[in-house]
Nanobody, 124 residues
């Protein structure tokens, strides 16, 4: 069983920055695609960003493109989400998820493992 643990959430003012981390257990981390998702109160979970096995290929939701950067350090079994120019609309619980088949998906139901989430709150 793969365990994912998110950290780095918190409360910031609009325009501020945060860096989220997703730490994974297991020796096959480099074979996993890792996605970031978020869920705001009263809304469905939505895709934020995804990164391929090597980190060379990434994709972002239009709502965060140009502001967020996903990266990974396979030697540390960790994926990061750097969030700049935060907006109140970014307020949500952020989750990381792993696809053990190494696919490249935006749909949450394609992922096999999920973390517990970390809260991000952006005030205006």
């Amino acid at each position: 069983q793969v365990q994912l643990i998110e950290s780095g959430g918190g409360s910031v003012q609009a325009g501020g920055s945060l860096r989220l981390s997703c730490a994974a257990s297991g020796r096959s981390f480099s074979s996993y695609t890792i996605g970031w998702f978020r869920q705001a109160p009263g809304k469905e979970r939505e895709f934020v960003a995804v990164i391929g096995r090597s980190g060379a290929v990434t994709s972002y939701a239009d709502s965060v493109k140009g502001r967020f950067t996903i990266s990974r350090d396979n030697a540390k079994n960790t994926v990061y989400l750097r969030m700049n120019s935060l907006k109140p609309e970014d307020t949500a619980v952020y989750y990381c998820a792993a696809d053990r088949e190494g696919g490249f998906y935006r749909a949450g139901n394609e992922y096999d493992y999920w973390g517990q989430g970390t809260q991000v709150t952006v005030s205006s």
